[in-house]
DNA sequence: AATGAATGAGTCTTCATTCAT
DNA sequence: AATGAATGAAGACTCATTCAT
């Protein structure tokens, strides 16, 4: 079982959800075929369990860092560096993300109905900040949506571009576009 | 030709490279299937140069525009402005941008490397900024990849939340983020 | 397993490599198409299977009988006799033979691999009956080429002028050509 | 004209029937695909009227220094030369000949009369040569089969066996085993 | 005479899913 | 619980042939 979500990861990851196989994805796993239908009622199936679990361990492991942190530049500092971390410790799993997000299949949708979920906290964290006084928007959702972007898209393109690179590194200039501004002070 | 290139456009956005086929292409093209395959050599061929295509426009029509503008922060801005822009006229090519620029096929890494060739652009607004003193970063690839993902990704989110969003009107607060920070002066 | 077998010389001698089709070979064997593809991996696969075993077992067939044999003559009498045989028998593999053995492709190439191990053993004991003065020649190799085509052409036109010509009865006039020779002595 | 019936020739003995496709053809005959079909009503009218004209010289030429020939044994010999020649000469027809000349179809079955035609006329000097005692057989038909096979399946073997091998060397052992034979006297 | 863009029927191949064991 | 042989629907691609120019 834990064998086979492993399994699935990697061959999602590696190949998408389309050119992945259940062949594929039961040699890795180590397992029969027909085990995999034991386990799980189809392929959809098998990716969606994968995904929400994903995005489940996202959600938490961010957050829960963030909890601890008081203000709310505090917490987009740290939302900025786990979810790096996050994506430098399960790689695999990010690709995922971006390249199955959007669409209109089902699967899909819902997907994106738990990285809402994601991004929701985030914006939390931003009206937060606003209230403070520590911030200064008046749309927190797009907001919330452009630090995501930002650090996935980035996160992304250091993984392609540099298969050992360090993208905890990143973090302080992402904080410098993000939070601080561009613009000398 | 110019048929069979809008149905792919059409057929790709809304169901992704695999599962789009050629027989919903040609379709949609109003053509026979083996058209298709005398104008280009393969389903892969076929996307590949309607990405070329794409990745061509949106870099001359994103930069032309920036060419007239003097300061840095005027030009970045006018990057923020302009794809959103694009992206509201093609909206299909977007969603196309983000599903399939990662990943390991050989097609998903010439893709990539257009969208490097687009991003470097943001990348030398940035130095330019830096040179003149109105920005403040010394990393500026990703600073520029940032930017880039924040709209891509903020525009996406829109387009699938909110069918006829006016992206444009996210301009503002993605200059915000972006440039002036989040950070209360 | 041995039902697709059999489908597939059926399909391939009727009307060769290119115009059989899996389809038609699924249909004789009647299994799926897919099931064809379980145990092979494509068509060409199939096919090279199919010769593989077909001579290896002409080459068993008629070598084992030439074993028993103590001079050259009665070796090369056996050949002629036990290849008519093997062709009566498997008169659709003996079709694909000639039909298959010639060409630049990879398949081919293969092919006539297997073949010039049959003929070599010909080779081999047109070379023994030299060593003991039975024949006469000092180029065995051409020879046995001559013998392998006298005997296989024959039996195919006599296969295709006729349909249940006994091939077995050409023996004599076959050893007569090829051993004692056309010159009234 | 000339230029599609030549690369015609090329193309089908390169890759056989099937294969050889128009739009090659017609490349190498630089011509339009529609022109070939201006010439010649379907492609395997074209592979038809190809193989005509090739066993009819085939035959002209080896029979026209036949004719020169008194005795039976002489003409046999000239046979077996001017066989060898021609497919030196036509390498690539030659490969035609035993690759398309067994089968069903429609076109395998004129192919095989015009071949049948050829070998009627060896069948005859043997016949010849049977009647002026020069000969010793009670069934012309076979051997004159094993006489054309036994030429044809060694002049191919060598041409794949070995690009620019002389085939007319092959003469003397040919006649060897087919008119003298390979028994010691 | 010659062209070459367009066609669509026909093939190989893949792969998620089932089911008897 | 687990297996893996069998299935067949679906999809990419080929290519002989046509026809308007």
Redo the contacts with the bound molecule.
Sequence with gaps: ?RLIFQAAIDAFSERGFE?????EIAAKAN?????I???FK???DLFVFLVEEGTELLRETVLSKVQSQTTATAKLTTVIHEQLQFFQDYKDFCIIILREAFGEEKRQQDFRRMLVQYVTSIQHIIEEGVETGEFHTDQAEPVAWSVFGAISITALHHLFANDHFNLVSLSPHLEKVLITGLHTP
Tied chains: 1, 2, 3, 4.
Excluded: P
């Design positions: 079982m050119r992945a196989t259940m062949d397992v029969a075929k027909g085990t239908y034991y386990h189809s392929k959809e």
